[in-house]
C-alpha cells in the first residue's frame, strides 16, 4: 500500500500548481482521500479532502484550491491556484475513512504520502 504525492515546486505569488497522489495497493474509491499541509513550526492542517466525489476545503484555500479524482488513474489532484506565500508547506495526500465533519483530523488517516515540497515566493 503505497501513496506517492508529486507536483510541488517554487513558484511566486499569484501562480499556480497542480499536485498529484497516485495509489497503489488499494483503491482510492473506497476512501476518503485528503491533502494536508505542513509549514515548518506549525502543525499538519487539513486543506482538502473529496469522498464519493464531493470535496471539502478549509476556509484559507476555499475558492482557490480544487481538489479531483480520476478514478481510473487510482489518482488525486490538488489545483493550487492565486497560491500566496502562506501557502508554503510541505503538502502530504493521505487516505482514511473519517466522517465527513472530521476530515481535517489527522489520526484518522491509515495511509500517508511521503509529502512534496510547495514554496510560493512574495
Known amino acids: 500500500v503505497q501513496l506517492q504525492a508529486c507536483g510541488g515546486g517554487l513558484v511566486p505569488a499569484g501562480g499556480s500548481l497542480r499536485l498529484s497522489c497516485a495509489a497503489s495497493g488499494f483503491s482510492l474509491v473506497d476512501y476518503g482521500i485528503a491533502w494536508f499541509r505542513q509549514a515548518p513550526g506549525k502543525e499538519r492542517e487539513g486543506v482538502s479532502f473529496i469522498r464519493m466525489r464531493v470535496p471539502s476545503y478549509a476556509d484559507s484555500v476555499k475558492g482557490r484550491f480544487t481538489i479531483s479524482v480520476d478514478n481510473a488513474k487510482n489518482a488525486i489532484y490538488l489545483q493550487m491556484n492565486s497560491l500566496k506565500p502562506e501557502d508554503t508547506a510541505v503538502y502530504y495526500c493521505?487516505?482514511?475513512?473519517?466522517?465527513?465533519?472530521?476530515?481535517?483530523?489527522?489520526?484518522?488517516?491509515?495511509?500517508w504520502g511521503q509529502g512534496t515540497q510547495v514554496t510560493v515566493s512574495s
Open positions: 493521505a487516505a482514511g475513512r473519517p466522517v465527513r465533519s472530521a476530515w481535517f483530523t489527522t489520526s484518522l488517516y491509515a495511509y
